[in-house]
């Protein structure tokens, strides 16, 4: 099982930035997948941006590329999302998750870090 941390979330104006951090331990990750997800209020959770851990594959919501960066630190055994010119509709939980890459789901889950984006 991988433990999943995340933290950097707050309020940020729009067009303003913010890095979330997910701090990953546990029995080894290196073949996992790892993501961000998000949940608006009275909405589904949504995928954000996912990397693979070894390789770092990247694949990103369409609503994010181009303002959103998913990236991992091999050392720190942590997963980065460098958030810029964020909108309001940005405003959500967001999550940390990791699968093993030889299964369908998601099985690792973190609490969860608010962002709010403001005008």
């Known amino acids: 099982q991988v433990q999943l941390v995340e933290s950097g979330g707050g309020l940020v104006q729009t067009g303003g930035s913010l890095r979330l951090s997910c701090a990953v331990s546990g029995r080894t990750f290196s073949s996992h997948l790892m993501a961000w997800f998000r949940q608006a209020p009275g909405k589904e959770r949504e995928f954000v941006a996912s990397?693979?851990?070894?390789?770092?594959?990247?694949v990103y919501a369409d609503s994010v590329k181009g303002r959103f960066t998913i990236s991992r630190d091999n050392a720190k055994n942590t997963l980065y999302l460098q958030m810029n010119t964020l909108k309001l509709e940005d405003t959500a939980v967001y999550y940390c998750a990791a699968r093993r890459l030889v299964e369908p789901a998601f099985g690792s889950w973190g609490r969860g870090t608010q962002v709010t984006v403001s005008s």
């Open positions: 990397m693979t851990w070894i390789g770092g594959s990247t």
